[in-house]
């Protein structure tokens, strides 16, 4: 079994996801905007996210992808097994993701999704952990960042459990 010890609560979450939107809908004033999510990780923070915007003009997609590795760790062999269904070229993208950890999903995700020909790409990350980087990426919006830790809650598992939880809790390993 194991434990969890909260170390992001909802009200952090709340307040900083409000401003994480404020700052994008700064950044992209008056300009149409497309995020994709990436499943099932970032549903939460994705559904939350939209719901701090003012902007009418929004358009919202999401891609699933499978990392081969052992449960906590991706290898980097990345597979797209639910694509998006928008057409990017011309526009301004923003990837959603939950956790960025090696650095390997996120990389592989900015190079297909150039391959759509966007306006430009950028990245959201609710939480950069540091610790396992293998690729130098460029975060343009961060949540917060952690050293390490394995965290599940709000959108994020632990072989499929605890997504459901209101905030971020570290796993402890009993
Ligand atoms: P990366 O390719 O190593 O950067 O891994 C990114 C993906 O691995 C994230 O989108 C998560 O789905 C998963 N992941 C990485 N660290 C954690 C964690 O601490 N908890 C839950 N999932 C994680
Ligand atoms: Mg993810």
Redesign the pocket.
């Known amino acids: 079994m194991e434990e969890l010890k909260e170390v992001i609560s909802p009200k952090e979450l709340r307040r900083k996801v409000k401003d994480l939107a404020k700052t994008i809908e700064k950044d992209y004033a008056g300009k149409p905007l497309v995020l994709i999510g ?1 499943l099932k ?2 549903f939460i923070f994705m559904a939350d996210l939209v719901r701090n915007f003012k902007r009418k003009d929004l358009e919202i997609d999401f891609v699933r992808v499978k ?1 081969y590795g052992s449960s ?3 290898s980097g062999e ?1 597979v797209i097994t639910k694509d998006i269904e928008l057409a990017l070229e011309g526009k301004e993208v923003i990837i959603v ?12 995700l900015l190079k297909h999704f150039s391959l759509h020909k966007p306006k430009s790409i950028k990245v959201c990350a609710l ?1 950069d ?1 540091k610790e ?1 980087r ?1 690729v130098d990426i460029k975060l343009d919006y961060v949540g917060f960042v952690l050293e390490k ?4 809650g709000y959108g ?3 072989a499929e459990k605890y997504r459901h939880l209101p905030g971020i809790y570290e796993v402890i390993k009993k």
């Open positions: 990436t990780g970032a990392s906590d760790s991706s990345i993701e939950d956790i960025v950890d090696t650095g390997l999903t996120i990389d592989f939480i952990k396992r293998k830790g394995f965290l599940v994020l598992d632990y």
